[in-house]
């Protein structure tokens, strides 16, 4: 049982991190958005690669929290 | 209050929360079966078990109705026969056409890239109709499955040390891992990283997108179980479980961009330049 306490805290650490993670790659993406608008797409596109990157580390620590449960 | 309702309290309340905790070592069961890898029952009808179909694991039956979907979409709704394509012509080729002008057409040369075209198209619409089948009522996602995803990615793993050894040969391949202009003592420490790199790039494909579609599933499953547990005051949830199965929608798209993309970056880094 304490097994399961402890991989829910991690699990919660790993949203801290994807979140942190995240959050960085939409907030540089949006800066770089406002000041040349004409490359909207490009920006757009990289964003979704580097949060999609960014949170398949998340879930490599998310899975091993999934271990725990059984 | 006197010794007997004391007494009665405490032992309504210890029934109380001995009942919760075996509602929630019930629920975490279901929730795992539900989405565990050797699920047997392959359709997840309500009240009916058909013991006669137990042979075949969920995932095995979705691949062959993904297979059976799509082969039937494009031999017999595909029509060669206008010049402007019309109706299902137009929205499948939308699709071939972002594949080819957007995921390989940036990273490989003009022969190579209408070659290994088919590949990249083949991944996309086979992931992409795994994880959209896997939103549907009566079937189960086959990528939330890890032999399932890795298969995918071995796929990707072989056609980046096939590619690698078809564009420079053996020796290139393994001159892959061994980048220019660095001094000896380095290479010792730089070799071992870059071979350890290979495979976690590969790992890292099968791991994202089973991850993702297997947190999708049993997110939505653990949210419906607090209506198991709170009855009508859990009534709220279901909004809420309705909005994470619009992102799931939208993740069963980006995950099968992502991992066209990712694989396309992966084979090019390998044949073409060497990384």
């Avoid at chain 1, 960085?24 to 909207?40: I, T, Y």
């Avoid at chain 2, 058909?50 to 029509?79: N, Q, S, T």
């Avoid at chain 2, 599933?217 to 949210?223: E, G, K, P, V, Y």
Wanted: with cysteine.
């Amino acid at each position: 049982m304490t097994s399961l306490a402890i991989a829910s805290v991690g699990a919660g650490l790993v949203a801290i991190g994807a979140g942190i993670g995240i959050g960085q790659v939409w907030a540089s993406g949006l800066q770089s958005m406002s000041r040349q608008p004409e490359m909207s797409s490009k920006i757009q596109t990289s964003m979704f690669i580097g949060a999609a990157l960014v949170e398949g580390i998340a879930l490599f620590a998310l899975v091993i929290c999934f271990l725990q449960m059984s | 209050m006197d010794a007997v309702t004391t007494t009665n309290v405490l032992a309504a309340a210890a029934a109380a929360v001995e009942r919760k905790t075996l509602v929630q070592d019930y629920i975490r069961h279901h929730v795992l079966y539900h989405v565990a890898d050797g699920n047997p029952s392959v359709w997840n009808l309500p009240f009916i078990r058909v013991p006669a179909l137990d042979v075949f694991r969920h995932d095995e039956v979705m691949l062959v109705v993904a297979l059976v979907l799509l082969v039937g979409i494009f031999a017999l709704l595909y029509r060669r026969d206008r010049e402007v394509p019309h109706g299902w012509s137009n929205l499948l080729e939308l699709f071939v056409l972002f594949v080819r002008d957007q995921i390989v057409r940036p990273y490989f040369h003009e022969e190579d890239a209408r070659r290994i075209a088919p590949v990249f198209c083949s991944f996309f619409f086979l992931i992409l109709t795994l994880n959209l089948l896997g939103l549907c009522p009566l079937f189960s996602a086959a990528t939330s499955n890890l032999s399932v995803t890795g298969a995918l990615a071995l796929v990707t793993g072989a056609f980046m040390v096939g590619g690698a050894i078809w564009k420079k040969g053996p020796l290139g391949f393994l001159k892959c891992f061994v980048p220019p202009g660095a001094p000896l003592p380095l290479m010792a420490i730089l070799v071992p990283v870059e071979i350890i790199s290979f495979f976690s790039r590969v790992f890292a494909l099968a791991i994202r997108l089973f991850a993702n579609v297997l947190a999708g599933h049993i997110l939505i499953f653990a949210l419906l179980s607090m209506v198991v547990l709170f009855g009508w005051a859990a009534f709220p949830v279901v909004f809420m479980v309705v909005g994470i199965y619009f992102f799931e929608i939208f993740m069963a798209m980006l995950q099968a961009y992502i991992f066209t993309l990712l694989s396309a970056i992966f084979i090019s880094q390998m044949a073409y330049e060497g990384h």
